[in-house]
């Protein structure tokens, strides 16, 4: 996969945080129809982030664990700047 999108998972999974997020605050923001940018596609095929139905609050999108493993090891490999 190319540089563009691993940092755009990337951006996607911090977005999303530690807590669920509505599914369509999710895809409002992230959706797109370029083929060559499917970073929600991307991140679903990879086990990155889980959509979850609750009664009576609706479909919530989440980082997985192994969404939260990418997150430690992308940050590990490309500290943010100071």
Known sequence: MSEP?????????????PDSRPYAEVIEA????CPRLPIWEEANSRGFIKREHQV????????TPAGRRFLLEQRQHHPSPS
Do not use: C, F, H, M
């Open 5 to 17: 999108v691993e940092a755009l998972i990337l951006d996607l999974l911090e977005w999303i945080g």
């Open 30 to 33: 992230w959706r797109t129809s």
């Open 56 to 63: 009576d609050v609706g479909v919530l999108v989440s980082v």
